[in-house]
Structure formats: structure tokens, C-alpha cells
């Protein structure tokens, strides 16, 4: 969600599954002047979901160095 930006209304009969389920996760820490966390996620796709076309991921004060999909760099 971004800064200054309300989270929409979600009522119980609008809910969906989540789309990705994450299978599993691997993070690594570099700690010097500046922290660098590199984390390595595997996500499958939630069977019979929706949303399962896109996924989205955020975070705050984040800077994305790189993204790999099926380890071929996007």
C-alpha cells in the first residue's frame, strides 16, 4: 500500500483465497555500513484461485536490486 493510502473495504462474502502459497522461504543477511537481505521465495499457485494470474508484493523503505523468475532475470 503506499504511503498516505487507505486499505480498501473487504466484506466476508468478497473473500477470496489467496492466489500463491508460499512453499518456501530462504533469507540471508549481509551486515556492514548498510544491511543487504537477500531472500529467495518459492510460491505455487493456490489451485482453483482466481487471482492466481499476478502476484504482488510490497514493502516500505525497500530499494529492489533485481527479480528472477524461474531464475531468468526480469
Do not use: H
Not at 12 to 36: K, S
Amino acid at each position: 500500500m503506499k504511503k498516505n493510502e487507505s486499505a480498501p473495504e473487504v466484506f466476508r462474502a468478497d473473500y477470496e483465497p489467496f492466489g500463491w502459497r508460499l512453499e518456501r522461504a530462504a533469507l540471508r543477511f549481509e551486515i556492514g555500513e548498510a544491511t543487504r537481505v537477500f531472500s529467495t521465495l518459492d510460491f505455487e499457485p493456490t489451485q482453483g484461485s482466481e487471482t492466481a494470474r499476478r502476484i504482488e508484493l510490497n514493502g516500505d523503505q525497500l530499494e529492489l536490486v533485481s527479480v528472477r523468475l524461474d531464475g531468468r532475470e526480469l
